[in-house]
């Protein structure tokens, strides 16, 4: 799982799988949902994130992490 974080465009998505998006369904104003060939859900797409989730802060827990990588934009 990957989060990526556009300031340009304040959005942010989080890659659940290494796939392709085949198609993409809006379920929420600007929470857009990305599937798959096959049906499975491979991302999420929040538009004005800032403004919908707290991007100072990320929590995991009990999760069966194997690598963390934490890398910060260079313009930061």
């Keep these: 799982m990957k989060f990526h974080y556009y300031p340009e465009t304040d959005s942010l ?3 659940l799988l290494d796939q392709p998006s085949a198609d ?3 379920v929420a ?3 857009v949902l990305d599937f798959d060939a096959e049906g499975h859900l ?6 004005h994130a800032s403004q ?3 991007l100072s802060r ?3 827990s ?3 992490i194997a690598s ?6 260079a313009a930061a």
Excluded: C, F, K, M
């Excluded at 491979?42 to 538009?47: E, H, P, R, S």
């Excluded at 963390?68 to 934009?73: A, F, P, Q």
């Design 42 to 47: 491979v991302g999420l797409d929040i538009d």
């Design 24 to 26: 993409s369904q809006e």
């Design 68 to 73: 963390l990588s934490l890398t910060r934009n």
């Design 13 to 15: 998505y989080i890659s």
């Design 29 to 31: 104003d600007g929470i």
């Design 52 to 54: 919908v989730v707290d």
């Design 58 to 60: 990320l929590e995991a």
């Design 62 to 64: 009990s999760l069966p």
